[in-house]
């Protein structure tokens, strides 16, 4: 069985303090027993189930929504003290309680009790279910108080943990950013040997293109000069003769000179023996382009594997670089 007692003032004696204690076994909407008491004289009445279904019905309203209005009323005291308005007469002993909205009431029940032939004894049970309920209160606030001293006492070793994890994870966080940072010197350090190598790998690429063009060149030179200056047989057989008798010659020379018909074969002889002499070096130039393609190739080769290198190395230092800022952030934060 459950009570509950509330302090309220009637409406023709607002001066005066009256408790009202309301008793109920299962719900309110079950039926209730009602005991009021000025301290001198006591009330008392019962009210059924029926009379709670018959007051819904005359306020047109459902007996969930009228029960949590009397629950309201009688026994929580929800909202402020001017909300409900009490009346009872004496004389008639009939008991009445009217809801307020702004200007309007309306009136929420009304009940008949009856006086108790001896008060005190109404009046000692209030008096006992008061302490009854205060023990419990007291009871209930020892045991709340007990739970949150537990529960400060969980809060501070969870505060302590939660410490020793931030301090660990912050060593963690070094520890991560140190060798990161050697891990980048070291990706670092390795871009710079690439590039010099690919930069050596150039620069014989470079002078081996330059070899290749030099020797061409320089062989071109040399087989055009001894045709161009060589002297013909003819002119190496009369020599001797033209230290002898220089006037003859010089006439000869000057005969034939002025003839158009008078063909010299001698020079273009000798040039034939000369281009066939330098045409015995174009085999050795020609063994020596599939080397030089081949080292070309292994150069190219080169220079592709180490630029790609240098590539992916240039795209790791920047995946590096981006993690470590947002490791700094997320440190910052």
């Keep these: 069985m459950e009570r509950k007692v509330s302090r309220i003032h009637l409406a023709s004696e607002p001066d005066i303090i009256h408790f009202l204690q309301v008793t109920w076994e299962k719900t309110l909407g079950s039926g209730f027993v009602i005991t009021l008491t000025d301290g001198h004289s006591a009330w008392t009445g019962t009210v059924c189930e029926s009379a709670i279904s018959q007051e819904a019905d005359d306020m047109a309203m459902e007996k969930e929504k009228y029960v949590d209005e009397l629950s309201k009323a009688l026994v929580s005291g929800a909202g402020p003290a001017d909300s409900y308005k009490f009346n009872f007469s004496k004389e008639s002993c009939h008991f009445s309680f009217e809801k307020i909205l702004k200007d ?10 009856e006086k108790v032939a001896s008060p005190a004894e109404v009046i000692r049970d209030l008096i006992c279910d008061c302490l009854d309920t205060i023990t419990e209160n007291q009871a209930k606030n020892e045991h709340l108080q007990k739970e949150n001293e537990r529960l400060l006492r969980d809060w501070n070793d969870v505060q302590g943990r939660f410490e020793n994890c931030v301090s660990a994870k912050e ?17 670092k350090a390795k871009i710079r040997s690439l590039q010099k190598l690919l930069s050596e790998f150039q620069e014989l690429e470079k002078n081996i293109e330059h070899k290749r063009e030099t020797p061409t060149c320089s062989e071109m030179t040399a087989a055009r000069d001894p045709i161009y200056n060589a002297s013909t047989d003819e002119e190496g057989e009369n020599l001797p003769d033209l230290s002898g008798s220089a006037p003859a010659a010089l006439r000869r020379d ?3 000179i002025s003839s158009p018909d008078v063909t010299d074969i001698a020079p273009s002889r000798k040039r034939r023996q000369q281009m066939q002499k330098h045409l015995g070096t174009e085999p050795k130039m020609a063994a020596q382009e599939p080397q030089l393609q081949e080292q070309e190739k292994e150069i190219s080769k080169t220079n592709s594997e180490t630029g790609f290198n240098i590539y992916f190395m240039y795209v790791s230092l920047n995946f590096i ?7 700094k952030n997320t440190k910052l934060s």
């Design 104 to 113: 309007v009431s309306f009136r929420l029940g009304s009940f008949n009790l």
């Design 254 to 256: 000057d005969s034939i």
């Design 171 to 187: 060593a963690v966080e070094n520890d991560l950013y140190k060798r990161f940072i050697l891990v980048l010197n070291e990706k």
């Design 321 to 327: 670089l981006l993690y470590m800022d947002v490791f």
